[in-house]
């Protein structure tokens, strides 16, 4: 995660990354897998409050 702040935003990017056990050049699996689960995890983004709230309980949990 990395966050970059100035005068009137906040900028928050964040990075999925996934282990692939598949041999290399076979890993559609592997994409459909992570974009599945993008498309779950977005919906948390719709809102701030949302996404810090979920932020602090991956921190505490992790």
């Not at 990017?13 to 290399?24: D, E, G, I, P, T």
């Amino acid at each position: 995660m990395a966050i970059e702040e100035t005068d009137d935003t906040v900028t928050v990017l964040l990075w999925h990354l996934k282990y692939s056990q598949a041999v290399m050049g076979r890993r559609a699996d592997d994409l459909y897998l992570v974009c599945g689960q993008a498309q779950k995890g977005v919906k948390g983004t719709w809102s701030l409050k949302n996404l810090i709230n979920h932020l602090t309980v991956r921190k505490i949990t992790s």
